[in-house]
């Protein structure tokens, strides 16, 4: 332990159990046993209250919680609207506090400060401008942005009238977001006209524009971010800042029920099409609100920093809508962590005074690798509270950050939660603790979670079983998947029945309270914090000409926690080259992005399949993790295995 520490430190099953100190309780929003106490007793009427306390409603609901499993409803009746929310009840005392710091990428170019009323406006304004194109209450919009203020301003004023938007990830290809449009049938797409990442000018319209031609888009408005000459296309796009210019800086917000769908954002399942998650307005902002007060504790002063995306369900919640609905300052930073060099994120909480920091373990595990040295040239004094999420933490990785980052002074709060769960469900609150390596922590109050065996009964205390959730279901769990019930139905209410929430995720119990995630049980890879299905990349595959199948695994990564490698067998034409390899790599991140971009690909004769043909991917990913593989025999074509392991390299644990 850092000299001069102020934590309890407690030694428990030769792990470090850290509480917090007399201090850290006093200043924190939530910082007694009770509050767990009292949620347990009456969950549906903690939520209710959590929801009168930290919302505006411009109309009360008429009854908290209603369930016809699997679906359920939040505040039925109650009327809110998320803008308002974040924007104007701050106004009368925080028009002029700042919502967002920008910094941008090149270290030449001044950054921007954006106070609550200067985003007021421009959400107003922009809100007038969709409406004057024709969009209402319900209609798509795809939000097609890097990491700069507008993206913000975009999704506040879809909310603002009730459009339904889909943020997509600005790395994802044109491709990539021509499906989600396709599926969304979006009528606007909001896009820049390029972007910078790593020193280099991205050009996102021309991507925008593969999907701007499905005849579902009418009109695209375009941010210009980088100044460059872009193609317009006469009567479809519209300078953001040109439309801008025309209106009015108010628009009266839509009054939503609070069961209406506020987004869509697409993630990866078991199926090759990624599936349009749909998230609600009312139950959506009350977990965002509590669990971005509780879990990262702001207060007036703090910087807060959380380095997600905007494209992932981390920086909706966390860099969007929890940040603004609590009234915080946060920063968020356009481009890569390694620009001029691996001194920058060090640089940027220096410069900026970031209190409250939130990121993922990969990037944890990239900065530890790369150096202390990085970390020392920056005074990271104003830290306070770090946090993460995506995906298991290991305890180097944990306690580098904890000690380096942290000196020592600032909690971890490791937060579970998925792209479907809304918000945080599982993590240590800052004012109780404990905050443990490798232990994501306690349910979140008014939650209620179990650990079951595949048969539904609750796993005995040291055994690994599946992290499930009972009635009632938290406010922000989504309430769909969007042109597809079915499958809403079967991914999460058919494992143990339409009563329990099916997380797809490995966990057991650290002790009766604290849980320990360990990682994803179905054919979903978290790579580099990212997911990805197996199925969406041997889809993208399939359009290869080479190839006649493949099976896509996740390996193993010291520093991207996994990364996707590819069993392909090819067709008689083709040849197993490090050529052909090179262009089933490239075509991936084509069709998907660069994120998807396979490690490796190896050249097989044939795939591991039952009898009944499926493909075992289970093999192949035990043998990429020189694990112990299961029987053999009952497969259609044993005698693959054996050739699969030679090509791999498998050692067999002894
Ligand atoms: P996403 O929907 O992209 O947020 O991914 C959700 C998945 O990320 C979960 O199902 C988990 O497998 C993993 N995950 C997220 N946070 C954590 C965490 N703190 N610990 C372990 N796994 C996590």
């Known amino acids: 332990m850092p000299k001069g520490s102020m934590w309890v430190v407690e030694d428990k099953k030769q792990k470090h159990v850290f509480w917090p100190n007399a201090q850290m309780k006093k200043r924190a929003w939530a910082n007694s046993e009770k509050i767990y106490a009292e949620a347990e007793k009456d969950r549906a009427a903690f939520w209710e209250k959590k929801a009168k306390e930290g919302l505006h409603w411009f109309k009360p609901w008429s009854k908290a919680y209603e369930e016809n499993a699997p679906y359920f409803k939040w505040f039925v009746g109650g009327e809110i609207n998320i803008s308002y929310n974040c924007l ?14 920008w910094e941008p990428e090149p270290t030449a170019e001044k950054g921007r400060a954006i106070t609550y009323g200067q985003l007021h ?12 194109l024709g969009i209402k209450k319900g209609d798509r919009v795809s939000i097609y942005l890097p990491m700069v203020p507008e993206v913000m301003a975009a999704m506040l004023a879809c909310s603002r009238i009730g ?40 050009n996102l319209k021309e991507q925008s524009d593969i999907a701007a ?18 193609n317009m296309q006469g009567g479809r796009d519209y300078w953001y800042h040109e439309l801008l210019a025309k209106e009015k800086p108010n628009c009266e917000p839509e009054r939503m029920e609070s069961n209406e769908t506020l987004f869509l954002l697409y993630t990866s399942g078991t199926t090759g099409k990624p599936k349009g998650i749909i998230h609600d307005t009312g139950g959506y902002l009350t977990q965002a609100y509590w669990t971005t007060l509780w879990d990262f504790d702001l207060h007036d002063g703090d910087i807060y920093w959380c380095t997600a995306d905007i494209g992932w369900v981390t920086g909706h919640t966390y860099a969007c809508y929890g940040p603004l609905a609590v009234g ?26 970031v209190s409250v920091f939130y990121t993922a373990p990969t990037a944890i595990r990239m900065w530890k690798k790369m150096g202390d040295d990085w970390v020392k040239k920056h005074g990271l004094g104003t830290l306070r509270l770090l946090a993460t999420v ?16 942290g000196g020592g002074r600032c909690p971890v709060i490791d937060t579970w939660w998925q792209t479907e769960t809304g918000g945080t469900l599982i993590n240590a609150l800052p004012g109780i603790g404990p905050f443990i390596p490798t232990v994501a922590g306690r349910v979140f109050p008014g939650a209620k979670a179990d650990i079951f065996d595949d048969r539904g009964k609750p796993v005995e205390a040291e055994d690994t079983g599946f992290l499930v959730f009972k009635p009632p279901f938290p406010p922000g769990l989504l309430r769909g998947i969007w042109n597809n019930d079915e499958k809403y139905v079967e991914t999460y209410w058919s494992e143990y029945g339409k009563n329990i929430y ?14 320990r995630v360990t990682g994803r049980v179905d054919d979903v890879m978290k790579v580099a914090g990212h997911r990805l299905s197996s199925a969406e990349v041997e889809d993208a595959i399939t359009l290869h000409s080479d190839v006649v199948e493949s099976a896509v695994v996740p390996m193993p990564d010291e520093i991207k926690g996994q990364v996707p490698v590819v069993f392909a067998v090819l067709k008689p034409h083709a040849k197993a080259c490090p050529e052909c390899e090179q262009s089933i790599i490239q075509h991936v991140g084509k069709q998907i992005g660069p994120t998807a971009r396979p490690a490796k690909v190896y050249f097989v004769d044939a795939l591991p399949k039952t009898r009944s043909g499926k493909i075992m991917r289970r093999f192949l990913r035990g043998m990429l993790a020189n694990e112990k593989l299961g029987d053999a025999t009952t497969l259609q074509n044993p005698e693959v295995v054996e050739h699969l392991k030679q090509i791999v390299g498998y050692k067999a644990p002894q």
């Not at 104007?88 to 710091?101: G, T």
């Not at 995506?390 to 980052?405: K, L, R, V």
Request: net charge neutral; proline share 4%; glycine share 6%.
């Open 213 to 230: 031609a499905m005849p579902c888009v009418q009109k695209q408005i375009v941010v210009k971010r980088l100044g460059n000459k872009v």
């Open 502 to 515: 099916f997380t797809s995720d490995g966990a057991k119990w650290f002790d009766k309270e604290n849980i």
């Open 121 to 132: 406006e421009e959400v107003n304004k922009l809100a007038n401008a969709l409406r004057s």
């Open 390 to 405: 995506g995906e298991p933490i290991d305890e180097e990785a944990w306690m580098w950050y904890f000690n380096t980052i």
């Open 328 to 353: 915080a300052t946060q920063l968020i930073y356009e481009g890569s962590p390694d620009f001029p060099d691996w001194g920058r994120i060090w640089g940027i909480i220096e410069k900026y005074k």
């Open 88 to 101: 104007d009840r701050h106004l009368p005392a925080k028009k002029d506090k700042v919502a967002i710091l």
């Open 163 to 202: 459009a339904i938007h889909n943020v997509v990830f600005s790395a994802f290809s044109g491709e990539a977001l021509k499906a989600r449009v396709e599926d969304s049938e979006a009528k606007v797409i909001i896009t820049c006209d390029g972007y910078w990442r790593r020193g280099k000018e991205i």
